[in-house]
């Protein structure tokens, strides 16, 4: 308790730099999770109106009566009506995966910097299945719980108002021709999303700032930390070369 209480000293950039060799660095899944559904939703409201057309055209194609009796009749036409189908939710799906992937590792360098360790990577006991199960019954876990609770709690209340709020827009798409309703359903439904994920931005970027200044704090030194250091440094012919 002495040794922590005595670290006061910012850490040195030597600690820093054997800290992050070993993968051990700021970070932030709150901000990292909000950083991928921003940008799934931008992509959800970029691609709208032609994921809405595509889909209104192959919907028409598919119930049309001829083509279903004739697709029936034929497995060939059968799997071709079916992939293309398939296909423009199969792209949908692998940009949205890509773009989720690229936010990902930009929100995470964005808090703790680029680093990859082979040590982290190749370590087996993180995947310990009791350390799973004895989390959440930790004074850290008990924390983490209670605070996912609250921001489900805070951001559900303020998406339901949103949508009961716009309960008369989402009702006329029930009037409006399909060819219409798709994409503008589709565009309302990007737009909330959209509002989602910056709601979601807020504890994401207060729980980054935290874990940053967490970081920091736990890399401080002790003033005998950093005479010991300065003295091995000193003391080493490669680097007073």
Known sequence: MA???????????????DARE??????????????????VAGLLLKIAPVMGADLYNNLVISLSPPVGTHALLNPQDLFRNVFNDLRTDISVF???GTVALLMAVGGTIVIGGWTFSPQKFFDIGRLSWMQGIMKPFSKQGATLLLGDIMKTMVLGTAMSLMLWD?????FALLTEP?????PHGLKALGGDFMIFALLLLIPGGVDGILQR???????KMSKEEIKDEYKESEGNPIVKS
């Open 3 to 17: 040794e922590k209480e005595d670290r006061t000293e910012q850490a040195s950039q030597k600690r820093l730099d």
């Open 22 to 39: 070993k993968g051990d660095v700021a970070r932030s899944q709150d901000f990292t999770s909000a950083s991928v559904v921003i940008g």
């Open 94 to 96: 692998l940009i949205a």
């Open 166 to 170: 716009q309960r008369e827009e989402w």
């Open 178 to 182: 399909s060819h219409a309703a798709i």
């Open 213 to 219: 200044r967490m970081f920091a704090t736990k890399m």
